[in-house]
């Protein structure tokens, strides 16, 4: 389940409305507005990421609404190890992630990857569906890495995540 925040909506937008939107790109579970703003819940990922490219910025009613992925409990940033991939395919391993969502850094280094992702639910799901998944004619292995991210020299890093339900 992926929550995305509507915020900037116009007084007239009604939840039928924002969940016929959001429909468009998949199964929407739950819509709900509060004051000038909405939460939107879809159950795939993948949709999830294409309705808020798609719908950032849609003109609702003539007012441009801001739509993002909810950043309720977040864990931060994680780093992902792929296993099995060739060097050069960086832009394409790139845009497999993003279907999942953000990924701010992505490097092949010899035949395996390092993939950050500043949003938990985001990698977690990510991980989840290309582990053990074909690229590029290659079986590869998806994980968290084993070591973290790189940070700035004066920032703490944030605790571990807890372990992902199973």
């Given at each position: 389940m992926v929550k995305i925040f509507v915020g900037n909506l116009p007084q007239e937008a009604t939840e039928e409305e924002i969940k016929a939107l959001f429909d468009e790109y998949g199964t929407v579970t739950e819509c709900a507005i509060v004051k000038n703003f909405a939460f939107v819940h879809m159950d795939d990922r993948k949709a999830a990421t294409k309705a808020i490219k798609n719908l950032h910025q849609h003109k609702l009613h003539g007012t441009a609404i801001n739509v993002e992925a909810s950043h309720g409990k977040n864990y931060g940033p994680v780093k992902i190890h792929i296993a099995n991939v060739e060097?050069?395919?960086?832009?394409?391993?790139?845009?497999?992630?993003?279907?999942?969502?953000?990924?701010?850094?992505c490097a092949v280094v010899k035949n395996f990857a390092f993939v950050h992702m500043p949003n938990y639910d985001e990698a977690m799901d990510a991980i989840k569906e290309l582990d053990?998944?074909?690229?590029?004619?290659?079986?590869?292995?998806?994980?968290?890495?084993?070591?973290?991210?790189?940070?700035?020299?004066?920032?703490?890093?944030?605790?571990?995540?807890?372990?992902?339900?199973?």
């Amino acid at each position: 389940m992926v929550k995305i925040f509507v915020g900037n909506l116009p007084q007239e937008a009604t939840e039928e409305e924002i969940k016929a939107l959001f429909d468009e790109y998949g199964t929407v579970t739950e819509c709900a507005i509060v004051k000038n703003f909405a939460f939107v819940h879809m159950d795939d990922r993948k949709a999830a990421t294409k309705a808020i490219k798609n719908l950032h910025q849609h003109k609702l009613h003539g007012t441009a609404i801001n739509v993002e992925a909810s950043h309720g409990k977040n864990y931060g940033p994680v780093k992902i190890h792929i296993a099995n991939v060739e060097k050069g395919c960086d832009d394409e391993l790139r845009a497999l992630f993003e279907e999942y969502g953000t990924v701010s850094e992505c490097a092949v280094v010899k035949n395996f990857a390092f993939v950050h992702m500043p949003n938990y639910d985001e990698a977690m799901d990510a991980i989840k569906e290309l582990d053990n998944s074909d690229f590029q004619e290659k079986r590869i292995h998806v994980q968290v890495s084993k070591s973290l991210p790189k940070y700035e020299e004066y920032e703490e890093y944030p605790p571990a995540p807890p372990p992902p339900p199973h």
